[in-house]
T-cell receptor, first 116, second 115 residues
Framework: GAVVSQHPSRVICKSGTSVKIECRSLDFQATTMFWYRQFPKQSLMLMATSNEGSKATYEQGVEKDKFLINHASLTLSTLTVTSAHPEDSSFYIC????????????FGPGTRLTVL | AQKITQTQPGMFVQEKEAVTLDCTYDTSDPSYGLFWYKQPSSGEMIFLIYQGSYDQQNATEGRYSLNFQKARKSANLVISASQLGDSAMYFCAMRLYNQGGKLIFGQGTELSVKP
């Protein structure tokens, strides 16, 4: 199956700093990527849909200015958590689609963010 | 509104027995896809099985089968011959084709396989 990578896998930062998380499709072109957040023992909550070359579509309740998403190429989308606070600590997972919608959505391994 | 519901927060099953994980969904769209993913403690999302809304037959993938009852809007996952390695969180998800193909998830079921 197709491979999606995320970097970093784990990050610890101080409150008030910004953190960038990268999501890459390694062996396919992803016109659409999705960003999810998952708190412990909870489900994946969709944050935004990222389309290459256009602005991301955010889900209701997700702050656009806090979670900046850029999808500059067909293989890379980035999520920047700006001015991070302890409540932003979570597991962030990206996923990508290779254009075949009647098929699995490929997920990255996730990034665990801890804000001190 | 589109919604996925998993009503079993936790399930136990004896090794080598079969187990059914429940999933119901709600959508007014005629075209949708239903997925099951497994998430072990490492956090990775492992694809298990897919069922399209127009598929006539229930999907099967090895020990996994999806009991698709369209009229009841249910898509239960059946795992046969449970193994210790099946212990994990299981998520049911629905793809919304008229909303950019995004995937929305149910609350999840934590499955524990007993030796």
């Amino acid at each position: 199956g197709a491979v999606v990578s995320q970097h970093p896998s784990r990050v610890i930062c101080k409150s008030g700093t910004s953190v960038k998380i990268e999501c890459r499709s390694l062996d396919f072109q992803a016109t659409t990527m999705f960003w999810y957040r998952q708190f412990p023992k909870q489900s994946l909550m969709l944050m935004a849909t990222s389309n290459e070359g256009s602005k991301a579509t955010y889900e209701q309740g997700v702050e656009k200015d806090k979670f900046l998403i850029n999808h500059a190429s067909l293989t890379l989308s980035t999520l920047t958590v700006t001015s991070a606070h302890p409540e932003d600590s979570s597991f962030y997972i990206c996923s990508a689609n290779n254009g075949e919608w009647d098929n699995e959505q490929f997920f990255g391994p996730g990034t665990r963010l801890t804000v001190l | 509104a589109q919604k996925i519901t998993q009503t079993q927060p936790g399930m136990f099953v004896q090794e080598k027995e079969a187990v059914t994980l429940d999933c119901t969904y709600d959508t007014s769209d005629p075209s949708y896809g239903l997925f099951w993913y497994k998430q072990p403690s490492s956090g990775e999302m492992i694809f298990l099985i897919y069922q399209g809304s127009y598929d006539q037959q229930n999907a099967t993938e090895g020990r996994y089968s999806l009991n698709f009852q369209k009229a009841r809007k249910s898509a239960n996952l059946v795992i046969s011959a449970s193994q210790l390695g099946d212990s994990a969180m299981y998520f049911c998800a629905m793809r919304l084709y008229n909303q950019g193909g995004k995937l929305i998830f149910g609350q999840g079921t934590e499955l524990s396989v007993k030796p």
